[in-house]
């Protein structure tokens, strides 16, 4: 097995170890929804703070969990043509498109970096009474989310490009 394989492998069980911390905030994230419509409807009150907490956690689950799904081949292709195309050709295609995924995440972290610097250097909170302190903490997750998803791209480019270079025909 090659380096760039063995990278790939580092990189698949670095994203199933985050998918397992995702995994565990969404199931977080159902019971907190539960307890403020439960608090909502049956006690006629819920703090600002619960209901700020469910962004808090949506954030982590989403950019972690759309790594996950880039590892599992989730993400949208053009099926109807991309099935009728040889293999090698389908490889070819998928190398492609996961380093375009890679450029367009380090993009994503290079202007988000001032945006999140920015909240870091105001420590920027909640405005609403009540709610949570750390809103900078929850904008510091983009360019770490996207990190995350440049690394699963490239994984996903090596394992492309393996197979289109060992593939006959």
Not at 6 to 31: F, H, N, P
Request: aromatic residues 12%; proline residues 4%.
């Amino acid at each position: 097995m090659s380096y760039a394989l063995r990278l790939a492998d580092g990189i698949d069980w670095l994203t199933r170890a985050i998918g397992r911390m995702a995994s565990a905030l969404l199931l977080g994230m159902i019971a907190l929804v539960f307890f403020n419509v439960a608090g909502r409807y049956v006690f006629g009150t819920s703090p600002i703070w619960m209901q700020e907490l469910e962004w808090h956690l949506l954030v982590p689950i989403s950019l972690l969990g759309i790594t996950v799904l880039m590892m599992e081949g989730g993400h949208v292709r053009v099926d109807m043509l991309y099935d009728r195309f040889p293999t090698r050709v389908k490889h070819a295609i998928d190398c492609i498109t996961m380093l375009l995924g890679v450029c367009v995440s380090v993009l994503f972290i290079k202007y988000a970096s001032g945006y999140v610097s920015n909240s870091f250097t105001i420590l920027e909170g909640s405005p609403d009474p009540g709610g949570l302190p750390g809103r900078w903490l929850l904008k510091g997750f983009i360019p770490v989310g996207f990190a995350f998803l440049a690394l699963q791209c490239l994984a996903n480019a090596i394992r492309h490009g393996d197979a289109f270079l060992n593939e006959e025909g």
